[in-house]
């Protein structure tokens, strides 16, 4: 979310020695143009709002002009067009915010997903909805591995005595 942007600015100067640039999606289309167009991969962090990348409806069509249109159809070109990922590492804070699968906040996480080597998803937001929402989640992260909705739903009842332990022992 746009209000965490200078808290991750500050965090990873502070902790992390590292300098990154807040942006929005016009910065991001043109760093990554300069990636696809030299292909010379060169180090940046940015950090950005899920609000400012947000896709919009029907992106694809070329006739969606805007940063955000643009930058969505670059990802999802830049993903199947490519075997070098234009995206090292790609970090979503407060990210229950992607939990449902309609929204444009996940279909933005789909578009980093496949343009990144790397995924990590934060939030310290206990997901205490139904299990689909996780579900989306894990999809987003493995897709590979979660797959389909009734198979997890398997998975989370096979793990059931093994919660029910652990909150024995708590």
Same mark, same amino acid.
């Given at each position: 979310?746009?209000?965490?942007?200078?808290?991750?600015?500050?965090?990873?100067?502070?902790?992390?020695?590292?300098?990154?640039?807040?942006?929005?999606?016009?910065?991001?289309?043109?760093?990554?143009?300069?990636?696809?167009?030299?292909?010379?991969?060169?180090?940046?962090? !940015?950090? #950005?709002?899920?609000?400012?990348?947000?896709?919009?409806? =029907?992106?694809? *069509? &070329?006739? /969606?002009?805007?940063?955000?249109?643009?930058?969505?159809?670059?990802?999802?070109?830049?993903?199947?067009?490519?075997?070098?990922?234009?995206?090292?590492?790609?970090?979503?804070?407060?990210?229950?915010?992607?939990?449902?699968?309609?929204?444009?906040?996940?279909?933005?996480?789909?578009?980093?997903?496949?343009?990144?080597?790397?995924?990590? !998803?934060? #939030?310290?937001?206990?997901?205490?909805?139904?299990?689909? =929402?996780?579900? *989306? &989640?894990? /999809?987003?992260?493995?897709?590979?591995?979660?797959?389909?909705?009734?198979?997890?739903?398997?998975?989370?009842?096979?793990?059931?005595?093994?919660?029910?332990?652990?909150?024995?022992?708590?």
């Amino acid at each position: 979310p746009a209000m965490l942007c200078e808290k991750w600015r500050t965090d990873l100067r502070v902790r992390f020695g590292m300098e990154a640039e807040i942006v929005s999606a016009d910065r991001i289309l043109e760093k990554l143009n300069g990636f696809l167009t030299h292909g010379t991969p060169h180090s940046f962090s !940015l950090i #950005t709002s899920l609000e400012g990348l947000r896709p919009p409806a =029907n992106y694809e *069509q &070329l006739e /969606r002009t805007g940063a955000r249109a643009a930058l969505a159809r670059l990802l999802d070109q830049a993903s199947t067009l490519s075997e070098e990922k234009p995206l090292d590492l790609v970090i979503i804070d407060e990210a229950h915010y992607l939990r449902n699968a309609s929204t444009a906040n996940h279909r933005l996480g789909n578009l980093l997903r496949d343009a990144a080597r790397h995924l990590v !998803l934060l #939030t310290a937001t206990p997901i205490q909805i139904h299990s689909q =929402n996780l579900y *989306q &989640l894990l /999809r987003l992260i493995s897709p590979e591995d979660f797959y389909n909705i009734d198979l997890f739903d398997d998975m989370l009842r096979a793990n059931e005595p093994v919660v029910q332990a652990l909150r024995y022992l708590w």
